[in-house]
């Protein structure tokens, strides 16, 4: 970037903050690029853009979960923020002429929204408001575009990176096992993350309790999101001497002590077409059991044998039996090496490129916004 030229100004909503590394990483990448001024912007659950625009004045405001904006705890407070939304974003592009960039991590979001078909149109209207669209793999591709009724040429794949480096990563194996009360002999499968009715852990027990062996041991750690289904899992567990509950915020320090206690990590999503808790275990070099859906099966290309149709859990962990402690750990292996392929710095890349893009048409002449707007 030339000295005389002005950095571009990127605002980041909503803020994540710590719950949200892949945010926070990718803030970072884009300041390391040298053309971005980025930052988050104004966290308000109402005209977030606008207010954001007015004190901030980026270039370019970019969405995450967009589910913050427009579902609310009933269908009447649903309607309301997604009307403001749509206010917002009308600002956004045609008062202060702000470009807007979506990266879409989810075509569900991860509580039920009702009414289904206002969240619906206020994605399809955030897709029509946005010059592109990142998703995160060329799998996730085919349903954005039918869901969201926008061209193939609207969307930018370009997958997450690793947290390798973000987490500590110094507790062995048995020291592991040692603080969390299993014993060597164990062989342990670990589920970890937010306590919520989306990730499937009903079914999780009820697969393990069906198909594990007597030395098996199931893990389940994370914050009870939704304290009704949190009890509900917690009595099933109950009900089984080899599942383990630690139901509480997990602190970044200490999740090390769970992945490498851990033989396997199961994920067994109803509905997902990214996740960071995919990456995270990969990045601790772990085989995983995980349904085909989104970016998974893509991501976990060299352990083909433990992704399972959905509503094939059951099987995956039959399947699981029959493989040794060898070939688990070449499948962790491999998951490491894939999934520190790509870097922080790609997206970055790809949003100087679209910048570039759009910079070039203006000055050719060439239409500002996008011919769905």
Request: hydrophobic fraction near 45%; include cysteine.
């Amino acid at each position: 970037m030339s000295p005389l030229t002005k950095p571009t100004k990127v605002s980041f909503l909503p803020k994540g903050g710590s719950e949200d590394p892949g945010q926070t990483l990718t803030l970072q990448a884009m300041r390391a690029h040298g053309t971005f001024e980025v930052a988050y912007g104004v966290d308000l659950r109402f005209f977030a853009g606008i207010a954001t625009c007015l004190l901030q004045r980026p270039d370019y405001l970019h969405f995450d979960w967009i589910s913050r904006y427009h579902v609310g705890r009933n269908p009447l407070v649903t309607l309301a923020k997604a009307i403001a939304f749509w206010i917002d974003l009308f600002v956004v592009r045609w008062v202060f002429r702000t470009r807007v960039v979506w990266s879409l991590h989810n075509l569900k979001p991860h509580e039920s929204a009702r009414p289904e078909w206002l969240h619906r149109w206020a994605q399809r209207m955030m897709a029509r408001r946005a010059d592109w669209i990142r998703v995160f793999s060329e799998a996730s591709t085919a349903k954005a575009c039918q869901v969201l009724r926008v061209d193939r040429s609207r969307l930018r794949v370009v997958p997450e990176a690793s947290f390798v480096g973000y987490y500590p990563d110094t507790v062995s194996a048995d020291e592991a096992r040692r603080r969390l009360g299993v014993e060597p002999q164990h062989f342990i499968l670990l589920w970890l993350g937010s306590i919520r009715p989306y990730k499937g852990l009903e079914n999780l027990i009820s697969c393990f309790r069906a198909a594990a062996e007597p030395h098996w041991r199931l893990l389940i750690a994370g914050r009870p999101y939704v304290a009704d289904y949190a009890e509900a899992i917690g009595r099933a567990a109950q009900a089984d001497s080899r599942i383990l509950m630690f139901p509480r915020f997990v602190p970044v320090d200490e999740l090390q002590v769970f992945y490498r206690a851990a033989d396997v990590v199961v994920l067994p999503f109803v509905d997902v077409e990214n996740s960071g808790s995919l990456l995270v275990a990969m990045g601790f070099h772990k085989p995983v059991v995980a349904p085909d859906l989104g970016v998974i099966r893509e991501r976990l290309s060299a352990q083909p044998a433990l992704v399972y149709q959905p509503g094939g859990l059951e099987t995956a962990l039959v399947r699981l039996r029959g493989c040794d402690t060898q070939q688990l750990r070449g499948f962790g292996e491999a998951n490491h090496v894939n999934v520190t392929r790509h870097t922080w710095a790609e997206f970055a890349a790809v949003f100087a490129m679209e910048r570039d893009r759009l910079q070039a048409q203006h000055k050719g002449g060439g239409p500002v916004l996008h011919p769905d707007h």
